[in-house]
């Protein structure tokens, strides 16, 4: 099973590679490298389209492993998507953050980032998971956001509302590889599933996990909370595909 094909900023794309060999070679979307997998039809590249992308034409790049099989360009659409504005009322410093405060920001993006960059080539990811945490998800993924008044960044991942304490399960196998209490984020668990897919939960009141755990689908992770930026507890959960934040509903069973 693949992620569901959905060629929009924040989608994914999943593209044919037009062979069966057995090193197909390396897939890069601008400099980041995307996941490929091997089905009955064929290697395919399953490819994050960051929000910023402009809708249009796009290609990825593959690069073969032999000097005889060039490389090649692989073209595809990204059809536009326009996503609502939300307006949100929180702590007045996560809306706009103390002159002290933007140290320990910079230095957590840093951090947040070389987690993002993990690339595992020798752990292949699954692609059709189950939900981290029972309950409501909000269709909030995309959307533009207002923080008392204060536009910030778009809203990256999916909420899921869940009282405080409720556990939160890995819903694929990985490796965490950073884990730390974030000003914004909160609480913050990140594993690498492999091959450039990560994922991240957010806002936990306990962290379960340590750095460098080896985690099945399933384990938990820790429990929900209210940490960070929120507006009450619930689960923040975010899915990097190439360093891009796609929609995790598209990784979802249903
Ligand atoms: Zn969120």
């Known amino acids: 099973m693949l992620p569901r094909d959905t060629r929009v900023p924040g989608g994914i794309a999943i593209l044919d590679l037009g062979t069966s060999t057995d090193s197909p070679g390396a ?10 997998v091997r089905t009955p039809d064929g290697w395919k590249a399953i490819v994050g389209i960051p929000l910023a992308t402009e809708p249009g034409r796009q290609v990825v790049k593959l690069v073969t492993p032999s000097a005889s099989d060039r490389d090649r360009e692989i073209a595809f659409n990204v059809e536009p998507k326009a996503y609502a504005t939300q307006n949100l009322t929180v702590e007045a410093r ?19 980032e070389r987690a993002l960059a993990t690339y595992t080539e020798s752990r292949s990811p699954t692609w059709r998971w189950t939900v981290p945490v029972p309950g409501e998800r909000s269709d909030s993924y995309g959307k533009r956001r207002v923080f008392n008044g204060l536009p910030r960044k778009p809203h990256s991942g999916m909420d899921i509302a869940a009282p405080t304490g409720t556990p939160i399960r890995n819903p694929a ?15 913050t668990v990140f594993v690498d599933h492999g091959q450039g897919v990560l994922t991240m939960y957010c806002h936990l009141s306990r962290i379960d996990v340590t750095s460098g755990d080896v985690v099945k689908e399933g384990d938990v992770l820790g429990l929900v909370g209210a940490t960070g930026r929120v507006t009450g507890p619930h689960l923040h959960w975010g899915v990097s595909v190439n360093r891009a934040m796609v929609d995790p509903a598209l990784l979802l069973e249903k």
């Open 173 to 187: 196998a990985g490796r965490v590889v950073e884990t730390g209490d974030f000003f914004f984020n909160g609480n």
């Open 94 to 112: 996560k809306a706009d953050p103390l002159p002290e405060d933007l140290k320990r920001i910079d230095a957590e993006t840093e951090r947040t």
């Open 27 to 36: 897939v890069y979307f601008g400099e980041y490298r995307a996941p490929i």
